[in-house]
């Protein structure tokens, strides 16, 4: 099965920008891995962010956004707030099977 | 307004059994593929198992492969997961989702406790 890698942990100022990136074992991550984005805070469930590369939900703030870059998913936060401090997970699709990355703990220090 | 909500988590001895359910409501329950994923204590999100419209495919991670089964009654717009064979290590947070290319719902997750 492909393993989906993400940074373990991320620190961002706040205001600041941060981008999480997300890769394949498999090889450069395209359009047909549909990239979500997911974050998560303590004692929560997982919320999506991001779905198919860019689309976002209606509550996703306007600042993250979602991208494919250098061959990987790309997740950027702009103008980094407390309240994005939480762990970010990532899901790629291969074919029917979904493989999450294993998060990034994202600190806004 | 969408709501899944999943049911018939609990503690449960090494070897033994559970069947997890998953109510959904405010979609198309019959139009979605449906997934598990779980999460055990402080770790990440792990995709579990899926299962087509009309149930006729499902698949399994390698670790649940042979000891759990998914299902559904679009009837009743109920997804479920018969967990066989319950080890330690598939103590978790189990969730069910839509996950398609464009619908992620999410419930709020089952708590299952393999202990002796």
């Known amino acids: 099965q492909a393993v989906v890698t993400q940074e373990p942990s991320l620190t961002v100022s706040p205001g600041g920008t941060v981008t999480l990136t997300c890769g394949s074992s498999?090889?450069?991550?395209?359009?047909?891995?549909?990239p979500y984005w997911f974050q998560q805070k303590p004692g929560q469930a997982p919320r999506t962010l991001i779905y198919?590369?860019?689309g976002k939900q209606s509550w996703t703030p306007a600042r993250f956004s979602g991208s494919l870059l250098g061959g990987k998913a790309a997740l950027t936060l702009s103008g980094a707030q407390p309240e994005d401090e939480a762990d970010y997970y990532c899901?790629?699709?291969?074919?029917?099977?979904?493989?999450f990355g294993g998060g990034t703990k994202l600190t806004v220090l | 307004e969408v709501q899944v909500v999943e049911s018939g988590g609990g503690l449960v001895q090494p070897g033994g059994s559970l069947r997890l359910s998953c109510a959904a409501s405010?979609?198309?329950?019959?139009?979605?593929?449906m997934h598990w994923v779980r999460q055990a204590p402080g770790k990440g999100l792990v995709w579990v198992s899926f299962?087509?419209?009309?149930?006729?495919?499902?698949d399994y991670a390698d670790s649940v492969k042979g000891r759990f089964t998914i299902s559904r009654d679009n009837a009743k717009n109920t997804l479920f997961l018969q967990m066989n064979d319950l080890r330690a290590d598939d103590s978790a947070v189990y969730y069910c989702?839509?996950?398609?290319?464009?619908?992620?719902?999410w419930g709020q997750g089952a708590q299952v406790t393999v202990s002796s």
């Open positions: 498999t090889g450069a991550v395209a359009s047909h891995h549909y």
């Open positions: 198919d590369i860019s």
């Open positions: 299962i087509n419209k009309d149930g006729s495919r499902t």
């Open positions: 899901l790629l699709f291969y074919s029917d099977v979904r493989v």
């Open positions: 405010g979609f198309t329950f019959s139009d979605y593929w």
């Open positions: 989702s839509t996950l398609t290319t464009t619908t992620a719902y």
